[in-house]
């Protein structure tokens, strides 16, 4: 079965196609950043104007891509959300239409299920259960994972996600959207000089705060002379604050779950300096650890067909309305597998 997959939630378009038995066959992703820069953050008209332009040219890339027509595609998955209403409605449409046209069924996918799912793409996978910490720029998610479907909310960010406290950051240190990336190359210049308070990990419980973070850094930040070093020195402990609180977070859910496996995804997951310590984590425990490559952390269609693959095999399908849900609680999935 080959399945096509469609992301248009955000600032990506993304295409891919994945075979429930070949694997990945091929992907494609265009990026609007250059779009919305300009703006310092996404500008959802733009990034709808954007999608409408490009998505239809990236399909016909993925399919030529995997040496494939559209007779070969045998199931469609785009991300119903959650996400931006009118970034997820070009998808949703265009996924419905072309459906139609080919007489083929069509799944609208939760958009962090993809996040969750990504490292299954690689060729040692997870295996249920597990405990999963999903960092992106609109979450940050402790679940554990028993089986496709089957997420049970640990703990989540009573605020600004991991991602926006990134970005916002960033910001503050006047680096150019989105800052996350950018942040994580000035840190390298850094060095050990300020100490960042690790929120919420002086308490029981596995919910995140990242606003005292983001304050904590703009007091100090203004407290310098905001030399090139003085921002360097910023960036660096700000980062290792996150890795830290992050990596103490993951540990107690393992512990509190029993689970000895650890599966990391979402653009964050990115972040070196965060592997590295969830890896020191896990190897001192003895907890296997899985992470996407990198360029299946951030947003990109491989996790929607491979996701979307899984669902339409189980025989779920969406009939015939444009199905979008910007907000979209993932405790509301159907169980697929255990
Ligand atoms: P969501 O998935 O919650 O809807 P999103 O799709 O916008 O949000 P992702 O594409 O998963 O988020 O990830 C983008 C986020 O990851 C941005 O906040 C970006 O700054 C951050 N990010 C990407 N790479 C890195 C990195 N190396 N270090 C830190 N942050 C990073
Ligand atoms: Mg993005
Ligand atoms: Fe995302």
Known sequence: MYVLGIETSCDETATAIYHAEKGLISHTLY?????????????????????????VPLIKQTIQDGKLTPHDINGIAYTAGPGLM????????????????????????????GHLLAPMLEDNPPQFPFVALLISGGHSLLIAVTGIGAYQLLGESLDDAAGEAFDKTAKMLGLPYPGGPKLAKLAEQGQERFKFPRPMTDRPGLDFSFSGLKTYTLNTINSTEQTPQDKADVAYAFQKAMAETLTIKCRRALEQTGLNTLVIAGGVSANQEIRRHLLDMAQAQGTRIYFPRPEFCTDNGAMIAYAGCQRLRAGQTQNLEIFARPRWPMAELTVTSH
Do not use: C, F
């Not at 009118?86 to 996918?109: D, E, F, Y």
């Open 31 to 55: 990026s609007q950043i250059e779009t919305h820069s300009a703006y310092g953050g996404v500008v959802p008209e733009l990034a709808s104007r954007d999608h409408i332009r490009k998505l």
């Open 86 to 113: 009118g970034a997820l409605l070009v998808g949703a449409a265009t996924a419905r239409s072309l459906a139609w046209t080919w007489g083929i069924p069509v799944i609208g996918v939760h958009h962090m299920e």
